[in-house]
């Protein structure tokens, strides 16, 4: 099979990886892809919005199978758009991907279906929204509803940056208006746990853990994500029960009630406190470092999975993962998620060898005057398995110590509550 993947960071060059392994695969596109991708898929630059003419691309060369990495083309569906041409594409139609684009949605369906969830109020104006606030306890959280790039959520430790959220996502911070959604504060540990759906079965992934904000010790700004783990320790088989019973079926069942079969990866978000998971949020793709752990330890073919989400047969697929202990700490250019230097000069890449257990993945790569130069934020992906967690940040940090960039920053302490345990 010729399969197209959209998408140009880390996640996709995993996902790349991985289907790259299926003896179904033929031939690997990537739009834009990046540098590390291009080393095992054929790129080109067309925008993600441009269903048209990425249209065009599929039929100019025979693409029998679509991957969709990021969230925006779902939320603007371009399943829907690929169905209507006849195109296999893995992933949820539009009115399924507002389990993403819209925070107050998701909620609302939580409602109707007693999924557990942080009790919440939707407002589409700022007075009702802050004399609402007035009656609320801190610390509470708010977000605006809608696509913000990870951006959107302010853990309010008190009234006057919660009063100061409400009015940034008023007055348009994000672009357009949003509403805004202000939700009770859960205390735990959060999880992230994926599924794979057809509509009305699912197979489950498996746990994973990452780490949003910037600082060692989860402190600063919160990030794209500066690395993971997969499994997380705290996601117990007990609780995995407990999450596909109460939350998962009956998302899926919602989805079946309103004539939209939910297909693809769905990802919860968790907040798992004395033994009781809520959902936090809902993602309607793999995660971003999430997925780079996630593939390096599927041992089943990836592309016979999405295979039977799109044609309802999930449950005939196995999937296997191995035992193993899978990490990855992400390097990102100094400064990042504020201002950062661009093109700068990352040596000693081809010093470390790619296999089964360590793979390099890159995000913001490119090749230039015969160099490889960091061109964004999140720019490297270093993901290890081993049979123990320890040994594989260990064979990580190893191997960044060879790697020659002095505008590189990574946390030193991917793990660290997995490894407290
Ligand atoms: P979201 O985009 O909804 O996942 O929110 C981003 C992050 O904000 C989550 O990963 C949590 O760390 C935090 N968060 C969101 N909602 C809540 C909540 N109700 N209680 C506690 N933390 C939350
Ligand atoms: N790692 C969080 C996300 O992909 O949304």
Request: charge should be negative.
């Amino acid at each position: 099979m010729k399969i197209l993947v959209l998408g140009g960071g880390a996640r996709e060059h995993a996902l790349c990886y991985a289907i790259s392994k299926s003896p179904k695969t033929s031939a690997i596109f990537a739009i834009p892809g990046n540098y590390g991708i291009s080393k095992i898929a054929q790129c080109t630059n067309i925008g993600l919005n441009d269903f048209e003419s990425i249209h065009d691309f599929c039929k100019n060369n025979n693409i029998d199978l679509i991957v969709v990495g990021p969230e925006v083309p779902l939320v603007e569906g371009i399943v829907d758009f690929f169905i209507n041409k006849k195109i296999k594409i893995f992933g949820p139609e539009k009115f399924a991907a507002q389990l993403e684009g819209s925070k107050g949605f998701m909620k609302d369906l939580c409602k109707e279906y007693h999924i557990p969830t942080a009790n919440y109020e939707r407002f589409n104006d700022e007075e009702n929204a802050l004399a609402y606030l007035k009656t609320q306890k801190v610390p509470i959280v708010i977000k605006a509803d809608g696509l913000a790039a990870g951006k959107g959520v302010t853990v309010a430790e008190d009234s006057n940056s919660a009063e100061l959220a409400v009015k940034e996502i008023f007055s348009g911070r994000f672009g357009k208006k949003m509403e805004v959604v202000i939700e009770e504060f859960m205390e735990g540990e959060e999880a992230s746990y994926f599924i794979c759906s057809d509509g009305k079965n699912f197979v489950s992934l498996v746990s994973a853990q990452d780490h949003k904000r910037v600082g060692e010790g989860d402190t600063g700004p919160n990030t794209g994500g500066m690395g993971a783990y997969s499994p997380a320790p705290i996601f117990t088989q007990e609780i995995q029960k407990q999450v596909d019973d109460k939350i998962i079926k009956p998302t899926l069942k919602a989805f079946q009630d309103k004539r939209c079969p939910y297909k693809g990866i769905l990802y919860a978000g968790l907040m798992i406190n004395n033994g009781i998971a809520k959902l936090v949020e809902y993602n309607i793709r793999f995660g971003d470092p999430e997925c780079q752990v996630l593939m390096v330890r599927m041992k089943s073919d990836l592309v016979e999975m999405m295979l039977n989400s799109i044609d309802g047969k999930i449950i005939s697929t196995n999937v296997e993962w191995e035992d193993d202990h899978c990490a990855t700490v992400v390097m990102a250019s100094d400064g990042y998620p504020g201002s950062f230097e661009k093109k700068t000069v990352i040596n000693n890449l081809d010093k470390l060898s790619n296999d089964n257990n360590f793979q390099i993945f890159h995000a913001a790569t490119i090749y230039e005057d015969e160099k490889i130069k960091a061109d964004g934020g999140r720019v490297l992906s270093i993901t290890a398995k081993s049979n123990k967690l320890e040994n594989a940040l260990d064979k990580i940090y190893s191997s960044i110590d060879l790697i020659e960039w002095p505008q590189g920053y990574f946390r030193k302490d991917i793990g660290f509550r997995a490894l407290k345990r």
